[in-house]
C-alpha cells in the first residue's frame, strides 16, 4: 500500500516555508500484533537534485515493504530551494569548517544544504516515532538508507543526531551507498555509535 506526499514537517526558506512530502509504503501481509521494522529512505542528487520518486529508490522501497518493513521515502529542502537553518542546526552548521563550506560552495552547492537535508531527515525520522501506532512500527528498529548526499545525509543523522534531538530516536542501523561522511572525517564515529 503506496500513501503519496505525506506532509512531514515544514522547511525554512529563503522566501518562506515549504511542505517537506515523503511516500509511504505498507506491507499488504497480514497485519500481526507485532510492530514492524521501519525504514527511511534519502534520496541523493548532489543537494542540486534527485525525489523520493527516483526508480531505484521506488524499487527499495517496493522491495522492503514486500519483506514487512514500513517504508519512507523522504523529499529534502534543495540547494537551489534556498534554505535556512534553524536552532541547533543552525549552530552545527556556523561551527562547520570553512573548508568544508568550501568544498560545496566550490561544486556549486548552497552550503547550508547539507545541514537542511540532515534537518529535514530529522524531522522525517521525528514523524516515523509519532507515526508508531497509526503505522505499527517498532521505533526501535528504524533504519536509514541513502545513496550518495542521501548516504551522506543518513551518516549525518547517524553521527549528528545525538548532539541535536533525543537518543531515542537514534536510528537502529545506517546504509550508506555511494556517500561518506563530511569530509571523510571520520573522527565523528565512536565505537559503539
Given at each position: 500500500?503506496?500513501?503519496?506526499?505525506?506532509?512531514?514537517?515544514?522547511?525554512?526558506?529563503?522566501?518562506?516555508?515549504?511542505?517537506?512530502?515523503?511516500?509511504?509504503?505498507?506491507?499488504?501481509?497480514?497485519?500481526?500484533?507485532?510492530?514492524?521494522?521501519?525504514?527511511?529512505?534519502?534520496?541523493?542528487?548532489?543537494?542540486?537534485?534527485?525525489?523520493?520518486?527516483?526508480?531505484?529508490?521506488?524499487?527499495?522501497?517496493?522491495?522492503?515493504?514486500s519483506r514487512g518493513y514500513v517504508v519512507a521515502s523522504m523529499d529534502y529542502?534543495?540547494?537551489?530551494?534556498?534554505?535556512?537553518?534553524?536552532?541547533?542546526?543552525?549552530?552545527?552548521?556556523?561551527?562547520?569548517?570553512?573548508?568544508?563550506?568550501?568544498?560545496?560552495?566550490?561544486?556549486?552547492?548552497?552550503?547550508?544544504?547539507?545541514?537542511?537535508?540532515?534537518?529535514?531527515?530529522?524531522?522525517?525520522?521525528?514523524?516515523?516515532?509519532?507515526?508508531?501506532?497509526?503505522?505499527?512500527?517498532?521505533?526501535?528498529?528504524?533504519?536509514?538508507?541513502?545513496?550518495?548526499?542521501?548516504?551522506?545525509?543518513?551518516?549525518?543523522?547517524?553521527?549528528?543526531?545525538?548532539?541535536?534531538?533525543?537518543?531515542?530516536?537514534?536510528?537502529?542501523?545506517?546504509?550508506?551507498?555511494?556517500?561518506?561522511?563530511?569530509?571523510?572525517?571520520?573522527?565523528?564515529?565512536?565505537?559503539?555509535?
Open positions: 500500500k503506496v500513501t503519496d506526499a505525506v506532509v512531514y514537517g515544514q522547511g525554512a526558506v529563503r522566501s518562506g516555508e515549504m511542505p517537506l512530502l515523503l511516500d509511504v509504503y505498507e506491507p499488504l501481509v497480514p497485519d500481526t500484533d507485532r510492530a514492524r521494522p521501519a525504514l527511511l529512505i534519502i534520496h541523493g542528487g548532489s543537494f542540486l537534485h534527485g525525489s523520493r520518486k527516483q526508480d531505484a529508490l521506488v524499487e527499495f522501497a517496493r522491495e522492503f515493504a529542502r534543495l540547494s537551489g530551494d534556498a534554505p535556512e537553518l534553524s536552532g541547533a542546526t543552525r549552530a552545527m552548521y556556523e561551527a562547520s569548517s570553512a573548508e568544508l563550506k568550501e568544498a560545496f560552495r566550490g561544486a556549486g552547492i548552497d552550503d547550508k544544504a547539507p545541514w537542511a537535508a540532515f534537518e529535514d531527515a530529522q524531522s522525517a525520522l521525528q514523524w516515523l516515532h509519532d507515526s508508531e501506532e497509526s503505522l505499527n512500527i517498532d521505533t526501535s528498529r528504524v533504519a536509514l538508507l541513502g545513496g550518495s548526499a542521501g548516504a551522506l545525509t543518513a551518516l549525518k543523522v547517524a553521527y549528528h543526531l545525538d548532539e541535536v534531538a533525543p537518543e531515542a530516536m537514534a536510528p537502529a542501523a545506517v546504509t550508506a551507498i555511494w556517500g561518506s561522511v563530511d569530509n571523510d572525517d571520520t573522527s565523528v564515529m565512536e565505537a559503539g555509535a
